[in-house]
């Protein structure tokens, strides 16, 4: 039953639900009777605000603070050194250190190094994959399709792009997007697990923790990986609604919500719980059929425009407690923390967060705050804590501004009168030329508060240290590492210039190239990889050899670690295999794949050592075409175990 002095609280958080998908917040083509009640029971809070993407939302909710503030403003790919900074006190964390035990069921988003695992940041409990459920090998847009790509995610990925996907012309490689891990604490269950029974797997999860005989009360977030695409509604609901995989997958999605609701009643529980949903994001448009409404908003997933940010969040509040059933009050994701918080009867972060709370507060006191305070709107990407640069738009009442950066400043693009003009159809920039004014010089005063209490996490840092490159004939060549600062990257230079990282040891990195004939560029070059959607100026240095290829060996030691090389110019026709020397294999996979003539790439390689000293983590490249290897740069990055 738990402890009843202080509620259980449940939030269940969908991935890309549109604002115009539950028939409780807009005439829908689809009912979804289960979420409904639940509002019905509760609160709807109308003018509710996420972020462009699902990274920086999770970001905001668990600490309280724009994500720019800590350095994850877009969407974090699989290997990516960055991620939640452990020094952050989050909203699991903070209910942990009170009393609360903790679970996460689902996606987490938030870094998939060691150190950024949900365990170290106050779940207690996980189950769930590391980040969004379309970033392995069978995305719509990988190079190439698998051999092994089952014919259901065959079929899914053609009806992706012939339902009005709007796909680029780059496509992602394995490499960028390997085997999907689905997690048990700690542990790695599986890899690529079935898309079909995720919504299935997390609710169980959920629901069994809940069953847990633990006095304690409980703080329990389902994160959803419906209904973003891939779209894989469970052969119980395949086909149910008769109007298509996407609302198939919210049929399931709300018998989601209510077995959850039926599950905590039958145990005695609701009214000592708090219940809550909402979305990360609106939804993704590019994917025509497959992706959802914004209702009466522009815009969707990845925009500022109310359709991107505007979401659903309904709240079932403990104890039978009154409130008003509808809330049109402008609030954010940041607010949520410091609301359970003070629900829950805990210290507020060290750290104020961006959010306030509204637990308590009448609908006047609301909107007098609504009418005082501004709300910050940020585009996704960009380089770490550029808040001039992704600052998208400023709300203060029924007011919303755009904007943009031009020569290090802020100018507005268009203004909009949300009371009147909900679609942003009208700019009222220059007819209401004060009101421009005003959010201009309130968002750039907004901008420089922001900047100068920037949060930015320490970059992950890799071992100092030297390469040795070994080539035919006995040439030797001793490079070292470059220290890229806050790009987070070290990467092996030419320059002579040592930069070691205070007192960590130096890893031995020794590669050999084959063939008769190699040469190494004698001037440091710059090159921009694009890994994962995030372009990196890094410096780097080049080696090429004639008709065969390269190996790596790396003293890998015992912790876990990444490396990443960045291979320029032509692959050719080949294979790249990793392994380490104790037996245990690479996180993802002892062979990172073929390749042909694709032009430049990351490849990035998670190792996980075994408990013994010594291990070495040998990587071989091999050509059979022909054709030169050009290895452009190369970073090694630690991480203790988590």
């Known amino acids: 039953m738990g402890d009843q002095t202080r509620p259980n609280i449940v939030l269940v958080v969908a991935d890309d639900l549109g604002y115009g998908d539950l028939s409780s917040f807009h005439p829908a083509s689809i009912q979804t009777p289960n979420i409904d009640s639940l509002a019905a029971q509760g609160t709807r809070f109308t003018s509710f605000y996420a972020t462009p993407v699902c990274t920086p939302f999770r970001a905001g909710l668990l600490t309280g603070s724009h994500a720019i503030r800590i350095g994850l403003n877009g969407a974090l790919f699989p290997g990516q050194a960055t991620g939640l900074a452990e020094a952050e006190e989050t909203l699991p964390e903070l209910l942990n250190e009170a009393g609360y035990r903790t679970m996460l069921a689902g996606k987490w988003h938030l870094g998939d190094a060691p150190q950024h695992h949900p365990g170290r940041h106050g779940f207690e409990r996980f189950f769930g994959i590391p980040y969004s459920h379309d ?33 680029g012309p780059s496509c992602y490689s394995k490499e960028q997007l ?29 629901l069994a923790f809940i069953a847990e005989p633990d006095p304690r009360p409980f703080f329990l977030m389902i994160a959803l ?253 001793r490079l070292v590492i470059d220290n890229m600062g806050a790009a987070a990257w070290a990467v092996w230079d030419v320059s ?29 070059r710059i090159v921009t990889p694009r890994y994962g959607g995030d372009a990196r100026p890094v410096r780097g240095w080049s080696t090429s050899a004639e008709g065969s290829g390269f190996e790596i060996s790396v003293d890998a030691g015992k912790a876990n670690g990444i490396l990443h090389l960045w291979i320029g110019g032509e692959m050719g026709t080949g294979r790249l295999e990793a392994r380490l020397s104790d037996g245990s294999a690479p996180l993802y996979s002892t062979v990172i794949g073929d390749s042909r003539g694709e032009y430049g790439r990351w490849v990035v390689i998670h190792f996980r050592t075994g408990s013994k000293d010594g291990a070495e983590l040998s990587v071989r490249w091999r050509r059979e075409d022909g054709g030169p290897v050009n290895l452009r740069a190369a970073a090694l990055m630690r991480a203790g175990r988590p």
């Open 135 to 167: 970033m392995w090998p069978f995305h719509p847009q990988m190079c190439r399709a698998s051999r092994q790509e089952p014919a259901r995610l065959r079929e899914a990925r053609n009806r992706a792009i012939t339902s009005g996907a709007r796909l």
């Open 178 to 206: 390997p085997d999907l891990p689905l997690y048990r604490d700690l542990d790695i269950l599986e890899f690529n697990p079935d898309p079909a029974l995720l919504t299935r797997r997390f609710l169980d999860a959920g």
């Open 225 to 477: 990986t419906a209904p973003h695409v891939p779209l894989a509604p469970s052969p119980a609901f395949a086909g149910r609604s008769g109007a298509g995989r996407y609302a198939d997958t919210l049929l399931e999605t709300d018998a989601a919500v209510g077995e959850l609701v039926r599950t905590l009643e039958a145990r005695g529980l609701e009214r000592n719980t708090v219940v809550a949903f909402t979305s990360d994001n609106g939804p993704w448009l590019d994917y025509g059929g497959d992706g959802g409404s914004p209702g009466p908003f522009s815009g969707g997933k990845g925009s500022v425009l109310e359709g991107g940010i505007r979401v659903p969040l309904i709240v079932r509040w403990a104890g039978g407690r009154r409130a008003p059933s509808r809330i049109n009050v402008p609030l954010t994701h940041l607010d949520l923390m410091p609301t359970l918080l003070e629900l829950a009867g805990t210290r507020p972060p060290r750290q104020a967060p961006d959010g306030l709370s509204v637990a308590g507060r009448s609908i006047a006191e609301l909107r007098a705050v609504a009418d005082a305070r501004p709300l910050l709107f940020f585009r996704s990407g960009g380089e770490p804590g550029d808040v001039t640069g992704r600052l998208g738009a400023i709300r203060q009442g029924r007011w919303k501004l755009h904007l943009r950066a031009q020569l290090g400043t802020l100018v507005p693009t268009g203004l909009y009168d949300l009371d009147s003009d909900p679609a942003e159809a009208k700019d009222l920039k220059f007819m209401e030329w004060a009101v421009t004014a005003r959010l201009l010089a309130l968002a750039r005063s907004e901008r420089d508060r922001l900047s100068a209490g920037l949060r930015l996490p320490a970059p992950s840092r890799p071992g100092s240290g030297h390469l040795q490159v070994q080539m035919r004939p006995d040439d030797v060549s």
């Open 496 to 524: 002579g210039q040592v930069a070691g990282y205070g007192s960590d040891p130096a890893p031995r990195l020794a590669m050999r190239v084959l063939g008769d004939t190699a040469q190494i560029a004698k001037e440091p």
